[in-house]
T-cell receptor, first 115, second 115 residues
Framework: GENVEQHPSTLSVQEGDSAVIKCTYSDSASNYFPWYKQELGKRPQLIIDIRSNVGEKKDQRIAVTLNKTAKHFSLHITETQPEDSAVYFCAAKGWDGGSQGNLIFGKGTKLSVKP | DAGVIQSPRHEVTEMGQEVTLRCKPISGHNSLFWYRQTMMRGLELLIYFNNNVPIDDSGMPEDRFSAKMPNASFSTLKIQPSEPRDSAVYFC?????????????FGNGTRLTVT
């Protein structure tokens, strides 16, 4: 089955700097890669996703890149703000041989943005 | 749209008691997922349903755990008997599984404490 590795587990940046979180996956059949943000005590919420026919996607200060050959994808946050502080999860859509598959999550990255 | 609704928000119970967690998915969504979140293991998929049918329950830790989806608008996750190591936040999520990949929407979770 699918296995998703996420690095780093914690990341501390100064306000205004950029933050990069990287994930690798094992199943070459995976074709959907979302990123979720979870604030303390709240539910994970989708912030951006990318599909395997696209190499890069951007939404304001957030961008995601995908390298299918190397089986890795990354989240880039530019001009970080204190409200970006949260735990970020990457995920990959596994395939179970006929159904819609399921999302396998990385272990998460705790991002702290210092004012 | 009220989103995915879970109840209760918090549950405190004694070891050996039966615990039932409830979930109402977003109307029109035909896939439902139960996840467990702990500091040590992150977000783990327990089981997911497609059109009310359990597709993959390989993440269910033991026979003490069971899940049902009697209709498209309701699902339960039951733990009997509960143990202290079951303490975690349990998330229900739903999505629409059609020809493409649709985002996963999480409920607010149930924080379970077993003493």
């Amino acid at each position: 089955g699918e296995n998703v590795e996420q690095h780093p587990s914690t990341l501390s940046v100064q306000e205004g700097d950029s933050a990069v979180i990287k994930c690798t996956y094992s199943d070459s059949a995976s074709n959907y890669f979302p990123w979720y943000k979870q604030e303390l005590g709240k539910r994970p919420q989708l912030i951006i996703d990318i599909r395997s026919n696209v190499g890069e996607k951007k939404d304001q200060r957030i961008a995601v890149t995908l390298n299918k050959t190397a089986k890795h994808f990354s989240l880039h946050i530019t001009e970080t703000q204190p409200e970006d502080s949260a735990v970020y999860f990457c995920a990959a859509k596994g395939w179970d041989g006929g159904s819609q598959g399921n999302l396998i999550f990385g272990k998460g990255t705790k991002l702290s943005v210092k004012p | 749209d009220a989103g995915v609704i879970q109840s209760p928000r918090h549950e405190v119970t004694e070891m050996g008691q039966e615990v039932t967690l409830r979930c109402k998915p977003i109307s029109g969504h035909n896939s439902l997922f139960w996840y467990r979140q702990t500091m040590m293991r992150g977000l783990e998929l327990l089981i997911y349903f497609n059109n009310n049918v359990p597709i993959d329950d390989s993440g269910m830790p033991e026979d003490r755990f069971s899940a049902k989806m009697p209709n498209a608008s309701f699902s339960t996750l039951k733990i009997q008997p509960s143990e202290p190591r079951d303490s975690a936040v349990y998330f229900c999520a739903s999505s629409h599984s059609g020809t493409g990949n649709s985002p996963l929407h999480f409920g607010n979770g149930t924080r379970l404490t077993v003493t």
